[in-house]
């Protein structure tokens, strides 16, 4: 049998086609632990080889070794520049956050030394639920406006965790000026949350991408890490979830990826990944939900076990007042 190739989806109206399955490079910044840069620029190039087109990093994540890795990463793949799809991200820093105007003119020429490219196809500003989002849209995305002219970038994104930072910058911005969304942790088993938000970003032509359809670790078999913002009833029942899919010789990330994999308005889901045998789990998935569909059984007794907690989120520590 032929294994299907990685599917492509369109990004909103950016005319990119993003593979379903995005590598999310923090952890080449040894976020999660050390990671070699034989390691890295293997995971890498594994990934290109299987169909993955879509990475994405951040000056923030391991103090900017996260670009500098994927940057040596990519160069190694020795492909032409516009086989893959690049995506970084401003305003969050080892130092702090600054959405300034000034700073995110300076980081995109940073991060491109870093990355050694001469563009970013998707600019973020990263985490804007703890800056000004007035300063988001009256400053930082107006001067993100200037990179794209000046031909740095080709397209403008917002990330964040709370789901109203969005619609607020959205709805204040002209049509056709931020691209793309980054949400992470709302398109998961324990919480679809961002699916009410789709027809929404639809009617905006905004491309969406989610991120940690793990949860941040809650739906793995090791369980989150020890400073995961979810509340204690939360993280039992994702464990108690873990457990019932290894009785069944089932592996609950697995379930969790192709869950988030199924809906085809998202553009690509990004996992982060730090070895050549993630890479090829994080495929397989793809590949075998392509191949036999989502396994309806045990996702309906997985959803039974998390149903009461359904959609409960944490705050993302500084709120907006």
């Known amino acids: 049998m032929a294994v299907p190739k990685l599917e492509l989806r369109a990004l909103g109206?950016?005319?990119?086609?993003?593979?379903?399955?995005?590598?999310g490079a923090s952890p080449l910044g040894s976020v999660f632990g050390p990671v070699s840069e034989s390691d890295a620029v293997a995971s890498v190039r594994e990934a290109f080889r299987l169909g993955i087109n879509f990475f994405d990093t951040s000056p923030y994540y391991g103090a900017t070794l996260s670009e500098k890795m994927l940057g040596k990463g990519l160069k190694a793949l020795g492909v032409p520049r516009n086989e893959y799809i690049v995506s970084t991200k401003c305003g969050r820093y080892r130092e702090g956050f600054d959405f300034s105007a000034e700073r995110v003119t300076k980081s995109i020429d940073e991060s491109l030394e870093r990355l050694q490219l001469d563009y970013v196809d998707i600019f973020q500003c990263h985490d804007i639920e703890f800056g000004s989002l007035d300063q988001i849209v009256k400053e930082t995305i107006?001067?993100?406006?200037?990179?794209?002219?000046?031909g740095k970038i080709r397209f403008i994104g917002i990330?964040?965790?709370?789901l109203d930072i969005f619609t607020y910058v959205l709805d204040r911005v002209p049509p056709g000026?931020?691209?793309?969304?980054l949400s992470y942790c709302h398109y998961s088993i324990n919480d679809s949350t961002l699916e009410d938000l789709l027809p929404y970003l639809k009617t905006k032509g905004v491309g969406v991408i989610s991120a940690s359809p793990l949860?941040?670790?809650?739906?793995?078999?090791f369980g989150p890490p020890e400073w995961h913002p979810a509340s204690p009833e939360l993280k039992?029942?994702?464990?108690?979830a873990a457990v019932y899919c290894k009785d069944k010789g089932k592996n609950i990330s697995k379930l969790a990826m192709q869950y988030s994999l199924s809906n085809k308005d998202i553009s690509s889901v990004l996992v982060g990944m730090?070895?050549?045998?993630?890479?090829?789990?994080?495929?397989?998935?793809?590949?075998?939900?392509a191949l036999f569909g989502k396994d309806h059984e045990t996702?309906?007794?997985v959803e039974a076990i998390l149903k009461p907690v359904k959609n409960q989120t944490w705050p993302s520590g500084i709120q907006r007042s």
């Open 159 to 162: 990330t964040g965790l709370p």
């Open 299 to 301: 996702l309906a007794e």
């Open 142 to 150: 107006p001067a993100l406006q200037k990179l794209k002219e000046a």
């Open 13 to 23: 109206n950016t005319g990119l086609k993003l593979s379903s399955v995005g590598f």
């Open 236 to 240: 039992s029942a994702c464990q108690a």
């Open 215 to 221: 949860a941040m670790g809650l739906l793995t078999e």
């Open 177 to 181: 000026t931020v691209d793309v969304i």
């Open 274 to 289: 730090n070895s050549v045998k993630q890479v090829e789990e994080n495929v397989a998935a793809a590949t075998e939900l």
